[in-house]
């Protein structure tokens, strides 16, 4: 069970990364964030989010058109 | 900007300006969506709003949409997408109704506001340059523009892109 979940479904680019972020300000260090979407763009924005910010993508899925992303915060800092 | 861990482990923050000189609610939009979201990624954002950029700054913020000389902007309609002759955009009502459509189809859509997008590149600490020149050319006073605008010129902006790894000009 992650820390956080946001829950983002029918938004559209870039909401479900900016509520991620805020989101993530809720989530202790090292702690995990689920986000589902329903955006098919949110998979490489992501990745890319992940990428830039040093959270970690631990998964991502999808099923019946919903996109599941589950995010590591790190540890410290 | 508050420095988050986050922003640490990727190396220190980046930066990022964009010259917005356009206001119409379509043009509106690229600005808005890269400066949050970049701002959301760890850069440091200035935005740098000139000539008809500028009103996006009034507290007053409505920005509509033309379909005169916009050949592209094809609405879907009735499983199609459809254009509008430019003698009928030219008709009073038009606009307004235009630009209604479009923001009934964006809040269908889950397209965030102009406004909504404007809010959160406030709350993410984006900076806002009002262009000074602009400002008194349109007869616009700080006043009018909401508290976090602060004014500036051609030097200010060249100050903040010199020091930016990204500059955009929409």
């Known amino acids: ?77 | 900007m508050t420095i988050e861990s986050n922003e640490v482990a990727s190396g220190g923050s980046r930066s990022m300006s964009i010259i917005v000189t356009k206001g119409s609610l379509d043009w509106a939009y690229p600005p808005f969506i890269l400066s949050t979201t970049a701002a959301a990624m760890g850069l440091e954002v200035t935005m740098f709003f000139t000539f008809y950029g500028l009103p996006l700054l009034l507290r007053d913020l409505d920005p509509k949409i033309s379909t005169l000389g916009n050949p592209a902007m094809k609405m879907p309609m009735m499983g199609g997408h459809m254009g509008m002759p430019n003698i009928v955009s030219m008709l009073p009502g038009v606009e307004q109704a235009t630009s209604k459509m479009m923001k009934n189809l964006m809040n269908k859509k889950g397209v965030a506001s102009i406004r909504e997008l404007r809010d959160l590149a406030v709350e993410a600490d984006v900076r806002l340059i009002a262009c000074q020149m602009t400002m008194d050319l349109f007869e616009y006073s700080l006043d009018d523009m909401i508290d976090e605008a602060e004014l500036g010129g051609a030097a200010t902006y060249i100050e903040a892109a010199s020091q930016s790894d990204i500059n955009l000009f929409i």
Do not use: Y
């Open chain 1, 1 to 77: 069970m992650a820390d956080q979940t946001l829950d983002a479904k029918g938004l559209n680019c870039p909401l479900p990364i900016l509520k991620a972020k805020k989101s993530l300000k809720e989530v202790p260090a090292g702690g995990t964030l689920e986000v589902w979407a329903t955006d098919p763009g949110s998979v490489a924005d992501f990745q890319a989010f992940c990428r830039m910010t040093g959270n970690e993508l631990l998964e991502h899925d999808e099923a019946d058109g919903i996109f599941r992303f589950l995010l590591k915060k790190p540890a410290s800092g």
